[in-house]
């Protein structure tokens, strides 16, 4: 009784709090309001982020209340998806400044990120149909925000087409688990007796249009057109995507796992995943705009993503998914800084450091063998030894064998421990939150981790020899790959025509 009425009043002040950022926005949105209210709104959209955080670390017990549900998990999602989308106004408040959209743009995002938080913290499936369709529409029109630029206007039409495909997808799958179950509430819905009445090609047929539906937003092959298109949005855009929106799929398969797992369909998103995560690195590769590398990048780390989701790993995929959003909106809000001319490093490797090296493989593969001996026979934990060890060996290698004196390794083993400790504390962490949230997975057996492993191994083992052949077929994967990356032609533009016409008007062009 106690932990209920906690989270009623928890959830009541969030609620109100919610609210008032979008009444906030609107305020914005009135033209006689000065310019500088935006000031007053990020202190208001300030408080329900600070609310969610308290609510997840006092009072994260698993609650129903109405058409709501309060656990850890909904918790740490709406405290991310608002964390970073208060980063996100702060830093645009002067980035954005002169913008003729500039107060359209608080509104919209301000919208997008409430209503993304209140789709994962409902338990009624029509609420969350709702609210993330308003989330991809609100993306969408970020992405066009400027509608004088026809580049804008193109890539927020191809998101647009994209998104309504993704909705469309899951409300079939949706309504279809309504026929069969007769309930709109998925804490029904994943009762046992309730999946009982799924015959076979019921059940295989729901997780198809899911994994469809979730692949879509995470921009995953062969639907991360989207994805690189939008590169042409301002760069604040381009990070609030990573707030629960293209890493939402972890979210969204997490909380139908019971349904999820066990199914055929867990190899038909492991297999494409496992694609997304060579084509997205690819991309990154070859690309020399430093947005489409991040993009490029995006595209692999949800390929890692729901490759956890496919491996029955949901406290991994949810752990990775928060990680690498606050990582990666970091980096394009740095994105600036990129355009510095820096001179390339060179590593000049002395006979000494080969001994170095060497402790690191062995440092490596020790941690690794002794990780998968002391866990579960589990296909998971075979990739988890695997990445473990290949990360202590790159961090080893940089940080400690490529230190110059004795200063410079004393300093990297510093930072190798600190990262280990670091590392270490934010998986107890998560562990700990999101223990009594996550649904049991059905870990996938080891020979689904080996596949796994036979797919990215021997394609980067493929890819690397066909490099170093310099054959046809290397030029051919190379052009391809760039092909790929690069904009369509209705998404570039040889002079900036928009801007010539404001300044024809006497606009404001910044």
Same mark, same amino acid.
């Given at each position: 009784?106690?932990?209920? &009425?906690?989270?009623?009043?928890w959830?009541?002040?969030?609620?109100?709090?919610?609210?008032? *950022?979008?009444?906030? /926005?609107?305020?914005?949105?009135?033209?006689?309001?000065?310019?500088?209210?935006v000031?007053?709104?990020?202190?208001?959209?300030?408080?329900?982020?600070?609310?969610?955080?308290?609510?997840?670390?006092?009072?994260?017990?698993?609650?129903?209340?109405?058409?709501?549900?309060?656990?850890?998990?909904?918790? &740490?999602w709406?405290?991310?998806?608002?964390?970073?989308?208060?980063?996100?106004?702060?830093?645009?408040?002067?980035?954005?400044?002169?913008?003729?959209?500039?107060?359209?743009?608080f /509104?919209?995002?301000?919208?997008?990120? +409430?209503?993304?938080?209140?789709?994962?913290? *409902?338990?009624?499936?029509?609420?969350?149909?709702?609210?993330?369709?308003?989330?991809?529409?609100?993306?969408?029109?970020?992405?066009?925000l400027?509608?004088?630029?026809?580049?804008?206007?193109?890539?927020?039409?191809?998101?647009?087409?994209?998104? +309504?495909i993704?909705?469309?997808?899951?409300?079939?799958?949706?309504?279809?688990?309504? %026929?069969?179950?007769?309930?709109?509430?998925?804490?029904q819905?994943?009762?046992?007796?309730?999946?009982?009445?799924?015959?076979?090609?019921? @059940? !295989?047929?729901i997780n198809?249009?899911?994994?469809?539906?979730?692949?879509?937003?995470?921009?995953?092959?062969?639907?991360?057109?989207? =994805?690189?298109?939008?590169?042409?949005?301002?760069?604040?855009?381009?990070?609030?995507?990573?707030?629960?929106?293209?890493?939402?799929?972890s979210?969204?398969?997490? $909380?139908f796992?019971p349904?999820?797992d066990?199914?055929?369909?867990?190899?038909?998103?492991?297999?494409?995943?496992?694609?997304? +995560? &060579?084509?997205?690195?690819?991309?990154?590769?070859?690309?020399?705009?430093? @947005?489409?590398?991040?993009?490029? #990048?995006?595209?692999?780390?949800?390929?890692?993503?729901?490759?956890?989701?496919?491996?029955?790993?949901?406290?991994?995929?949810?752990?990775?998914a928060?990680?690498?959003?606050?990582? @990666?909106?970091? =980096?394009?809000?740095?994105?600036?800084?990129?355009?510095?001319?820096h001179?390339?490093?060179?590593y000049?490797v002395?006979?000494?450091?080969?001994?170095?090296?060497m402790?690191?493989?062995? &440092?490596?593969?020790l941690?690794?063998?002794?990780?998968w001996?002391?866990?579960? !026979?589990?296909?998971?934990?075979?990739? #988890?030894?695997?990445?473990?060890?290949?990360?202590?060996?790159? /961090?080893?290698? %940089?940080?400690?064998?490529?230190?110059?004196?004795?200063?410079? $390794?004393?300093?990297?083993?510093?930072?190798f421990?600190?990262?280990?400790?670091?590392?270490q504390?934010?998986?107890?962490?998560?562990?700990?939150? =999101?223990?009594?949230?996550?649904p049991?997975?059905?870990?996938?057996?080891?020979?689904?981790?080996?596949?796994?492993l036979?797919?990215?191994?021997?394609?980067?083992v493929?890819?690397t020899?066909?490099?170093? @052949?310099?054959?046809?077929?290397?030029?051919?994967?190379?052009?391809?790959?760039?092909?790929?990356?690069?904009?369509?032609?209705?998404? +570039?533009?040889?002079?900036?025509?928009?801007?010539?016409?404001?300044?024809?008007?006497?606009?404001?062009?910044?």
């Amino acid at each position: 009784m106690f932990n209920l &009425l906690g989270s009623i009043s928890w959830s009541t002040v969030f609620f109100l709090l919610l609210m008032l *950022s979008i009444c906030s /926005a609107f305020i914005i949105l009135i033209p006689k309001v000065p310019v500088n209210y935006v000031h007053v709104h990020i202190g208001i959209i300030t408080l329900s982020p600070i609310v969610a955080f308290m609510a997840l670390v006092f009072n994260n017990e698993n609650v129903i209340i109405g058409p709501w549900h309060f656990d850890s998990l909904s918790w &740490l999602w709406s405290t991310f998806v608002l964390t970073i989308g208060l980063i996100v106004q702060r830093y645009s408040v002067h980035y954005l400044l002169g913008d003729r959209s500039y107060r359209k743009y608080f /509104a919209l995002l301000t919208a997008t990120t +409430v209503v993304d938080s209140l789709a994962w913290l *409902s338990d009624d499936l029509r609420l969350l149909l709702i609210g993330w369709g308003l989330t991809l529409l609100g993306l969408t029109l970020l992405i066009g925000l400027r509608k004088e630029w026809k580049v804008a206007r193109h890539a927020s039409k191809t998101s647009g087409r994209y998104f +309504v495909i993704s909705w469309v997808i899951l409300l079939v799958a949706i309504v279809w688990i309504e %026929q069969v179950t007769g309930h709109w509430q998925l804490s029904q819905v994943l009762r046992q007796d309730s999946l009982s009445q799924f015959n076979a090609w019921e @059940k !295989t047929g729901i997780n198809l249009l899911l994994l469809v539906s979730t692949i879509i937003p995470a921009a995953q092959w062969p639907f991360q057109r989207w =994805l690189l298109d939008s590169v042409v949005a301002p760069t604040p855009i381009s990070a609030i995507m990573h707030a629960g929106i293209v890493n939402a799929g972890s979210m969204m398969l997490t $909380r139908f796992a019971p349904l999820f797992d066990g199914n055929s369909v867990q190899v038909v998103l492991l297999v494409l995943s496992s694609v997304s +995560v &060579l084509v997205g690195t690819g991309i990154m590769l070859v690309q020399v705009d430093y @947005k489409r590398q991040l993009v490029g #990048s995006t595209i692999a780390q949800m390929g890692f993503m729901l490759i956890e989701c496919a491996l029955g790993a949901y406290l991994a995929a949810i752990t990775h998914a928060v990680l690498h959003g606050l990582f @990666k909106s970091t =980096l394009f809000l740095q994105a600036g800084s990129a355009a510095g001319q820096h001179e390339p490093i060179t590593y000049k490797v002395q006979p000494s450091s080969y001994v170095w090296m060497m402790i690191g493989g062995i &440092l490596g593969l020790l941690l690794g063998v002794t990780f998968w001996l002391t866990s579960p !026979t589990e296909g998971y934990q075979l990739v #988890s030894a695997l990445i473990l060890g290949w990360s202590v060996v790159l /961090a080893w290698i %940089q940080l400690i064998a490529f230190g110059t004196g004795h200063i410079g $390794r004393i300093t990297g083993i510093i930072l190798f421990i600190g990262a280990a400790t670091v590392f270490q504390m934010v998986h107890i962490t998560f562990e700990r939150l =999101l223990q009594n949230a996550l649904p049991v997975g059905i870990q996938q057996s080891i020979s689904m981790g080996i596949l796994l492993l036979v797919i990215l191994l021997v394609a980067s083992v493929m890819g690397t020899w066909f490099i170093r @052949k310099n054959s046809k077929i290397s030029l051919t994967i190379y052009l391809w790959l760039i092909r790929l990356g690069e904009p369509k032609r209705n998404l +570039v533009e040889s002079h900036p025509q928009y801007l010539t016409q404001l300044l024809s008007r006497g606009g404001n062009v910044h």
